[in-house]
């Protein structure tokens, strides 16, 4: 039992170590994790500052947890998002209950529950509209929690206008601390990852060109590592993760060679030029190789001088 738990502890240890040599960048990534949620655990670790909060300093290290992205571009994108969702949230939420108040004891649930219903309904459609769902859905997701808890908290005016303040405040600071730590600690750019991932896959392609020249017999007993002729299979399926990364890099600041804007929209219309090579490289593959193999397959086996695909004999 001790030797099976030693095996899988020695394994799990392997297997970090080998994510951690495949992108030093996570290791980085973890440590500045655990900067951020140590500089906001300061809320419960420092009387001043529980004593002006108190319980609302969770909402910092919730922050830091949901807020804190690889990439500078997912940082700044969930920050903002979720900076913007919470004030405005908070906002509607004290005016729903300010005119509640208003309405009186029979008439406050009737108008908060009209309140949360269409705000919450209009906010989930506009989740459906593309560019919502690519570059705000998680800032309106945030919107319709802080609006339904603040609205139907049932709390005083007054308490309202407390809570809303130190959660607005705690989760400012939590998303500023998040997005100082990436920006100025070892930052990871997305749009320099879709540059390499972009580069990646042109030279991918390029691989397999130059080597499928002479390839028109597969061989098992070659012995010749031919792994590049299937190379172009991943640039096939590459669409999300530059897409993703494109995204990302919409929210980053001027970097690395583009002091001012990413060109992220080129690199999109370049990754879809290269899948539609791919497309077709995946078609002659198929094509080439099938003849290849029915060529080998009527070559006579007692007359070895003869190569396959080539009807010369060795001289």
Known sequence: MFGKIKVKVMNSVQYAKKLGEEDPRRIFHAVKVGIAITLMSMFYYFKPLYHSFEEAGMWAILTVVVVFEFTVGGTIAKGLNRGAATLVAAGLGVGAEYLGNACGN??????????????????????????????????????????????????????IWKMAYERLTTILIGGATCMVLSLCIYPVWAGQDLHNLIATNIGKLATFLEGF???????????????????????????????????????????????????????????????????????????????SQESCMRVPTEDPTIMCGNEHRIK
């Open 106 to 159: 029979k008439g406050e649930p009737i108008i908060l529950g009209a309140l949360v219903f269409l705000l919450a309904s209009v906010a989930t459609f506009t989740r459906f509209v593309p560019r919502v769902k690519r570059r705000y859905d998680y800032g309106v997701t945030i919107f319709i929690l802080t609006f339904t808890l603040v609205a139907v908290s049932g709390a005083r005016a007054s308490q």
């Open 213 to 291: 020249g002479s390839q028109f017999c597969i061989s098992p007993a070659d012995g010749e590592d031919k792994s590049y002729l299937q190379s172009h299979k991943t640039v096939l399926n590459s669409k999300a993760n530059e897409e993703i990364l494109a995204n990302f890099a919409w929210w980053e600041l001027g970097h690395a060679r583009f002091k001012f804007n990413h060109p992220w929209k080129l690199y999109l219309n370049i990754g879809s030029l290269v899948r539609e090579c791919a497309c077709h490289i995946e078609t002659l593959s198929g094509c080439i190789i099938s003849k």
